[in-house]
């Protein structure tokens, strides 16, 4: 069992009683929790508050007749009257012979313990576990229905007997329900399993895709909002005026839970996607819609906006679109660019709900930052029709400092004042069953005070109502007088929560569990082990309808603040609690366990995972895992998930993500160094090389304890990577040789091709260039007899830039067109940037500046953030040769945008501080800004870095191009002194040349 039971005692003659009847329970076989004011209360809240915390919370209240307990005047009656209240089982213990129990508890079984506590405990320990079992559930659910039935008779207004009608009806159909299971538990059990096997077939089909596409609105809103919204006038059209204004790019709600937050802009939306206001007759151009929302079932990351707003495209252009977003190297601000240019002329709304689960609550930044790279593009974009609304408890700080004068913000501080707060009440009440249609006005306002006029305290309180005949909202204002804290919401929330039946509270608490909109199979199949005949599907209107669930499409969820109380009612539990040894444990670990098994088998075919949003099963089960530390478990997950899809799809800061949660946890030496190659190589992606080193570093620590030869091969080819692209060329050199050592060991030729060509590479930047061109011809060979056309046109481009530095134009040409034939063929983006790239250097070079800028523009067609920032840099050249000066000085200033990103995922990144002083070399000739002392820091943090000949040679044969226009001659100056930088830090022997074939 699960959950304790609260004992109701008299200290006055039952106190010794009670001490051996706690000790008797709790240390017996199995023990028994129970909860006891003076072996339980703890400083710190007022003992009232933390008695009414476990009334609330309990299993079942334990009522101990003495002579004192039985008294009118007795605590004891305010006890078991609270637990009657919240709908929880009571048992009268008779401790005190010829006593008579209280009228309310006279229909109840009471349990003789008069000859004492020794033989009474084991007597209750069974009837406790009685009333756990189905046949316990369905003795209490008569008690209760036949309670309601003496009350119905005894009703004094139609009201009243609308509300008692409910209630009977409610217990009637739980009657109906538990007899059914009970006659026949293995028809029960076969009808529960069909239906959840037709739920997770239906969870497995092709997503909405298939549908015919909604161009305007893409996704459902994350709420909407009630008939009885009221008030909001200002903050309406305040809204509206910041929606209109084409200065305001990104609009931040802040407001904390419970205050109508969502409610507030999915109403205004919902009009504006008519092209109307909500409070006026004014017409509008209709506005596009993305609603995604953090914990709905469209959540928000880069992804999901990228595809949202690329779905208000026609499918042609969407369809291209995310072939773009699956380009790794294609950096996040350049895709969003594209996309927002290519997007329609007409005011768009992006809505990112529930913002707050996206911000550290310590330093108040953004946590992904992808999503901030994403939002930074949407803020600082050229013109486009985007505008971002974001709703959240926790402001971004990070995200506050870009382009402030495009930001507004609108405080949702204060709740709903009279008389809008009673009208939302009256509205819920329909048919003014529950008293609050008809309340006279001072105790709606009263109730407005209590609630602060929050709409979801005002929700709560109707829904305590709704479920509670025995409570008027007089009465309920007056126990909340000195009950109520500061914070409102959460305590109506958990009030409500608690008068709710056993099987409602399990549906809620499942919901919560989830953490995400699910259907009612997922709510089954969670909750078979432990509901009888669970049919949650039957139960979920009336829990919409009372307020304590949402619904959105065929899925169902839970406002935040409910889901925090549902989880608090669950006992943690421990891993224990996943074995598979037929024991059905409530606790979160197990529930975790079972909602991950819900989603492994959720998973759809290989053949139907398209998109991000096809993978969302593997998502949440990924989750869960981690929760619940199965580890190795959640590693399988992103094994059969990663690189296969995430990295194709270029969704590395995801990888990256799963992988860091992984870290250090898991059981077996070879995942843990698998799991560490995934991540570096993750963050070499994302530019990140200094972390992607340290963990190729780890994984080959682990390696060199169950040595592995191909595993470390893969390893030292990234590891090369980031020590290339961190200054280190000697490693780099290092770790290819081995590379190129472990594949002639393993006799895998195809293999050698990858480290020739990085060599080849290598040799180049030390200015080598023979030794360079000789590993490319060797790595030529490999490709055309053993590997594929992805590493011969890789091979091809690389040596195309060594001839060029060579002087043997023709032949580079040559090697670029080659490469570009094989990359067109097959659309390798990268190899078709960098060899145009090589072309337009050609052209740059030889003084065909007609050809240097075709091919300048045909590199920018296939964006590759690695080689952006060249790709600019030349064409910024080109221009003032051209004396296009504003041209040029955009292309340089384009040029250090990307530059900075580099810089901003890798501070070492030389390459890009090299380019940043030619750059603002650039600008210093094309704006006549002096620029030149920028320039020296840039070349001297680069040169700080690596000096190698061959890299400083392509940076002084730019600025030897440029200086012709530079009429101060100062610019041919920095180019001699930086030529004067060289050291050749590699010694080359005949151990590194490559062996003849």
Known sequence: MSGHHFLSYSRADAGDFADKLFDGLQNG????????????????????????????????????????????????????????????????????SGLEPPFLLGARQ???????????????????????????????????????????????????????????????????????????????????????????????????????????????????????????????????????????????????????????????LKSLEDGRLPDSKELLSPHR????????????????????????????????????????????????????????????????????????????????????????????????????????????????????????????????????????????????SLGLKNAEPRLLALAQERTRGY???????????????????????????????????????????????????????ALAIYGHPVTSAAIDYLLEPHVAGIDSANEMRRLVNGRFVRKEGQQYSLHPVDREYALSCIEEGEPADCANDGVARFSRFALRHRAADYFRQARRPRHERKSLEDLAPHLAEFDLRCQNMQYDTAFDILTDIGFRYLGVWGHFRLLAEMHEKLVGRLGDQRLEQSNHGSLGNALENLGEYDRGLKHFDTALELNRHAPRLQQERHLLIGKSICHRRLGDTRRAIECNERSLEIARQLNDVAAEAAPLNNLGNRYADLGHLDQALRF??????????????????VVLESSGHALLMSGDFDAASRRFRDALAVANDKNIVQVQNYAHYGLSLVGLLTGDLESARTECEAAEQYDVQDNNHNVSVVKGIIHLLEAETASATAAFNRCLDHCGCLLSRSPSNFEARYITGVALLGLTVSTEK????????????????????????????????????????????????????????????????????
Request: charged residues 30%; hydrophobic residues 40%.
């Open 455 to 509: 709409p979801r305290a005002l929700e709560a309180l109707f829904a305590i109502l709704s479920v509670d005949r025995s409570t008027s909202l007089q009465e309920l204002l007056e126990e909340s007088q000195h009950v109520l804290p500061e914070n409102v919401v959460e305590a109506l929330v958990g009030e409500a929560f608690s008068r709710l039946l056993g099987r409602d509270q399990r549906i809620v608490q």
């Open 776 to 793: 490319y011809e060797d790595a030529l060979d490999v490709c055309q007899k053993w590997a594929g056309p992805y590493e011969q046109a």
């Open 930 to 997: 002096n620029r030149i002392a920028e320039s020296h820091e840039a070349f001297r943090l680069a040169h700080e870095i690596n000096h190698d000949r061959g890299v400083l040679s392509r940076v002084t044969r730019l600025l030897e191009v440029m200086s012709s226009v530079d009429a101060t001659g100062r610019i041919a100056g920095i180019a001699a002194e930086i030529a004067g930088w060289g050291d050749d830090d590699v010694q080359t022997t005949e151990d590194s040349s490559p062996d003849d074939r």
């Open 289 to 432: 819609m993305v609603y995604l929302s953090a914990v709905g079932s469209r959540p928000v990351s880069s992804a999901t906006i990228q595809e949202g707003l690329s779905r208000l495209l026609p499918e042609a252009d969407s369809r291209e679109m995310r072939e773009l977003f699956k380009q790794a190297q294609v950096s996040i601000a350049t895709k969003m660019q594209r996309l927002l240019a290519a997007l329609p002329q007409e005011p768009i709304v992006l809505l990112l709900d529930n913002f707050e689960d996206l911000v550290d609550r310590e330093t108040g930044k953004v946590v992904d930052r992808d999503l901030l790279e994403v939002l930074r593009t949407l803020l600082s974009a050229p013109h486009h029709c985007v505008t971002t609304l974001i709703t959240t408890r926790a402001v971004p700080g990070d995200l506050a400092l870009v382009r402030p004068g495009a930001q507004a913000r609108v405080d949702l501080d204060e709740g709903l004042p009279e008389p809008h707060a009673g009208n939302i009440l009256r509205a819920m009440d329909r048919d003014g």
């Open 29 to 96: 076989i199995p023990p028994v929790e129970v909860w006891m004011d003076r072996r339980c209360l703890h400083p710190g809240p007022s003992f009232d508050s933390q008695l009414a915390e476990a009334i609330r919370r309990c299993k079942t209240l334990l009522f101990v007749m003495s002579y004192d307990s039985v008294e009118e005047t007795s605590v004891c009656k305010s006890e078991w009257l609270w637990a009657l209240k919240y709908k929880k089982p009571v048992v009268p213990l008779l401790l005190h």
């Open 110 to 268: 009471m349990l003789d313990c008069t000859r004492g506590a020794v033989e009474a405990v084991p007597r209750l320990r069974d009837h406790l576990l009685w009333l756990d079992t189905d046949e316990g559930r369905l003795e209490e659910v008569r008690l209760l229905l036949s309670a309601a039935q003496r009350d119905l008779r005894r009703a004094a207004t139609d009201d009243q007997m609308a509300r008692i009608q409910r209630d009977i009806e409610r217990f009637q159909h739980e009657e109906d329900e538990l007899s059914r299971t009970l006659e026949n538990p293995a028809a029960a059990r076969t009808r529960v399993r069909q239906s959840i096997s037709r739920g997770l077939e239906r969870e497995r089909s092709a997503p909405e895709r298939h549908v015919i596409r909604d161009t305007r609105v893409v996704h459902a809103p994350p709420a909407v909002a009630p008939d009885h919204f009221q008030d909001r006038v200002v903050e309406t059209e305040l809204l509206t005026t910041l929606l209109k204004s084409d200065a305001i790019r990104l609009v931040t709600v802040v407001g904390r839970a419970g205050i109508g937050k969502t409610a507030l802009v999915c109403r205004l």
